[in-house]
């Protein structure tokens, strides 16, 4: 089974140093992905996270686009509950006028930081309900695609430049609960099995696919991608152990609320021996969800993951101490397809 790979990329501050560092970082990744042969490269949202740089993906977007020539950009996704879908479609539109054909709009309703961070976004107005997310999500892709339905108290209004083309328009889940939405409305659909570490049973795709409408001017088929944590290193536990500081950070965000940076391998091992017997489980847990290990190992992995998901192309993501075990993770797994 033939499937494209493409990476989203968290933008993290890599061996101690800077969040402005962390953005240099991502770009100096995109081109390496490009020049590797990878499809896409998708940049995440995060706020208030010290491991985490990027808090505006439109504008790394932009950099990134301008940085390279050919590989697709986008976001991984923009937290459409924090913005309004007119300056958002705006801002897009904007960016695939600027760099045709290469833009991707990827939006997810996860808040990408704390409950505070949500409330200083949205203020002085409250946070929007997660019950509103489908109809931001609905008038996002009507002010892309120009089709607001005639009632709609906004017809009318233009999202400029007028004259651009939309870009891609996908959106995130993590389980199920994307999954109508996002066929009624046409659009393409990314299964994030990073987040989490409960199986996801691959109906979802298929329910996906069956219920798939397109919506005259975006896709004319339904398109899924499957995001997978994977990391490649020369053996499995070489991979485990470069997989550390990013496991441990998992513990303490997920299950302590406990935001902080990124740790070296070293530091995150002592500490995991230290954490109670139901942290150590969970960290053991997170760790088996990575595809891991050698280029071989994580090839035959993904190809399993692929057509038990019928998948048209994987997206990976992976987040290491050092910088340069990210960018040999994605060297040796394209060099083993």
């Known amino acids: 089974m033939k499937f494209k790979l493409s990476v989203v990329d968290q933008s993290p501050a890599h061996d101690g140093q800077s969040q402005t560092q962390g953005l240099h970082y991502s770009t100096r990744l995109a081109q390496l992905c490009e020049e590797l042969g990878y499809h896409r490269f998708w940049i995440a949202e995060h706020h208030d996270t010290a491991s985490y740089s990027s808090s505006c993906p439109e504008i790394l977007i932009a950099h990134i686009a301008q940085n390279t020539q050919k590989i697709r950009v986008g976001s991984g996704g923009v937290m459409l509950s924090h913005y309004s879908p007119l300056k958002v479609a705006e801002v897009f539109r904007t960016l695939e006028a600027l760099n045709p054909g290469r833009i991707d709009l990827g939006v997810g309703r996860a808040p990408g930081g704390t409950d505070l961070t949500s409330r200083a976004l949205a203020f002085p107005n409250r946070p929007n309900t997660a019950e509103l997310y489908p109809h931001l999500l609905s008038d996002l892709s009507g002010f892309l695609h120009d089709n ?65 409408r397109p919506n005259g001017r975006g896709l004319e088929q339904p398109q899924t991608i499957l995001s997978v944590a994977c990391l490649c290193a020369d053996s499995k536990e070489e991979a485990a152990y470069l997989a550390a500081p990013n496991m441990y950070w998992k513990v303490m965000a997920f299950r302590h609320g406990i935001r902080e940076h990124i740790r070296s391998p070293e530091e995150a091992l002592s500490l995991v021996n230290k954490l109670p017997l139901s942290d150590q489980a969970y960290y053991q847990e997170t760790l088996d969800s990575v595809v891991s290990g050698s280029a071989t190992e994580c090839r035959e992995e993904l190809e399993l993951l692929a057509q038990h998901y019928h998948a048209e192309e994987l997206m990976l993501v992976n987040v290491t101490h050092g910088f340069e075990d990210r960018c040999n993770s994605y060297r040796k797994l394209m060099a083993a397809f």
């Open 148 to 212: 607001l339905p005639a009632e709609h108290p906004f017809f009318g209004i233009n999202a400029t430049p007028i004259n651009a083309t939309a870009p891609q328009l996908w959106t995130l889940g993590s389980s199920s609960g994307s999954v109508d939405l996002a066929a009624e409305l046409g659009l393409g659909f990314v299964l994030a099995l990073f987040i989490g570490t409960h199986e996801r049973p691959a109906e979802i795709f298929e329910r996906y696919k069956t219920r798939f």
